[in-house]
């Protein structure tokens, strides 16, 4: 069942309690006025009516000589008087009963249909009380009297039919039952439109969460309203959005694997594919001294470049657990000399350190390592131009500690720029594979830099050189350790 339907549902369930309960209580409140009017106008014409008896009584007792000497003549006497009274006084809408002692009735023209019970229960009620009685579709109320007859106990018991109360009710009940089927109809259709428009907006919200379940990342609610359900429907929107940024994402990230493996194939590939052919050249011409030279040093040369990119590949994966890191304060100055003492011996042109003695908190063999690798990226720059000259440098801004690795080299083209730190990108691919190059380097000192919560800013201008900076926050000079202080490379 729709929610609507249930709010509907439950707007017309509270409305009938509600005109059931109001036409209950202002039926029954004028029903019960109307009775106690009707009683104590019934009580009074009754007392009224015990007194005009009485003297009928007293009339008829005094013409009747036996009156103080014999019951049967009294009992005569007083039924007699009753019966002229009630012929007298005859009224279709009420009736008479003289009752004596309590027990058995000298005159009565009470309605036939009334037992002889509940007659006999409203005389033992006594004068203060008051019965109602329904026999023969009719409702009659009745009150007994007293008579004050001396050496008699007579009691006076009347019935009115007050039927008309009751047909008055009924009639009252019947018209708010009609009143009420308008106001219950009218209400529903009220309610009907009320609750769809109160879930209009959870029906764009169901709509659009299933068109974004169905890959519709763009859809969104909208829904302007200034209620809970407003709140919710920007809620609804964030979270699309956010999940619209996590798919993109994860989409760059699927086709950047991709890129990934297809490239790592490739590089895989065609050095394996060499290998492959000067292993057979050595085979088919095992006398060959000069062939069995070369083919072992072309082997050589590919396997160490495979086992320099295994390496690489380990290093960048390892870099995706935060947990890996183990920063500590070191000096600039070290970290520079220790970047120097590990470039290949041999390799030009020799780094010019620049250092401005401050203190950072890095992981020192993943730190040493980017900038080892940005300082041979910028030898190979270099090779074969001359007078080209590489500076490492750190200097201190505010309170950043900005570490520099530029050359003179042969510069980044623009167009290639903005790629040059995706792994196993390479600007020229034959240059680099000749040097040994996989395209992993700069990726991998990126994912250092990330790691260490700073980014790498990568500046080139082909023909004039390369500039890569990166910036890391400067401690104080009581957290840098002793053993460190003076600039040696650490263990």
Not at 137 to 146: A, D, M
Not at 474 to 488: Q, R, T, Y
Request: one cysteine or more.
């Amino acid at each position: 069942m729709k929610f609507a339907t249930k709010l509907s549902l439950g707007c017309i369930t509270l409305l009938s309690c509600a005109l059931c309960a109001a036409g209950l209580i202002l039926t029954g409140k004028s029903f019960s006025g109307s009775l106690e009017t009707t009683r104590a106008a019934m009580q009074a014409q009754q007392a009224k009516e015990k007194y005009t008896l009485e003297r009928c009584i007293f009339t008829a007792a005094e013409t009747n000589t036996m009156f103080s000497t014999n019951t049967m003549v009294e009992n005569y006497t007083l039924a007699t008087a009753a019966q002229q009274y009630a012929e007298q006084t005859a009224d279709a809408n009420s009736g008479l009963a003289l009752w004596v002692n309590g027990a058995y009735t000298l005159y009565s023209n009470l309605p036939t249909a009334l037992p002889r019970a509940v007659q006999m229960q409203a005389v033992s009620n006594g004068a203060d009380h008051w019965q109602l009685a329904h026999c023969a579709g009719h409702w009659y109320l009745l009150l007994s009297q007293p008579l004050d007859i001396p050496g008699v106990q007579a009691d006076m018991l009347c019935s009115y039919d007050v039927t008309s109360v009751f047909a008055t009710r009924n009639a009252q009940l019947r018209a708010w039952l009609a009143a009420s089927t308008a106001l219950l109809a009218l209400g529903g259709a009220a309610a009907v439109l009320f609750s769809r428009l109160v879930t209009r907006p959870l029906t764009t919200l169901q709509s659009a969460s299933e068109k974004i379940a169905a890959g519709q990342y763009t859809e969104r609610t909208q829904v302007q309203t200034n209620d809970e359900i407003g709140v919710l429907s920007r809620s609804f929107d964030a979270m699309a959005a956010a999940v619209e940024t996590k798919i993109g994402e994860m989409d760059e990230t699927l086709q950047s694997q991709k890129d990934f493996i297809a490239a790592f194939t490739h590089e895989v590939k065609t050095p394996m594919t060499a290998m492959l052919g000067y292993a057979d050249l050595m085979r088919a011409a095992p006398d060959d001294a000069d062939l069995q030279r070369e083919s072992a040093n072309y082997i050589y040369h590919e396997t160490r470049r495979l086992e320099e990119l295994s390496r690489r590949l380990l290093a960048l994966m390892g870099l995706d657990a935060a947990d890996r890191l183990t920063p500590e304060p070191v000096s600039d100055r070290s970290l520079l000399n220790q970047v120097v003492r590990s470039l290949p011996q041999g390799s030009t042109p020799v780094p010019r350190i620049i250092a401005c003695d401050c203190a950072v908190q890095v992981d020192r063999a993943l730190w040493v390592d980017m900038l080892r690798n940005l300082t041979i990226n910028a030898q190979r720059a270099c090779k074969g131009i001359a007078g080209a000259a590489i500076t490492l440098r750190c200097q201190q801004q505010g309170s950043t500690a900005v570490f520099t690795v530029a050359d003179t080299g042969c510069g980044i083209p623009a167009a290639d720029l903005p790629r040059v730190t995706e792994a196993f990108y390479m600007v020229d691919k034959s240059r680099s594979r000749a040097d040994g190059g996989s395209g992993i380097g700069l990726a991998l000192c990126t994912r250092i830099a990330q790691a260490h919560g700073t980014q790498l800013q990568i500046d080139s201008t082909e023909g004039v050189g390369t500039t890569v900076t990166v910036s890391v926050p400067i401690l104080g000079p009581d957290d840098l350790p002793a053993a460190d202080a003076d600039g040696k490379e650490q263990p």
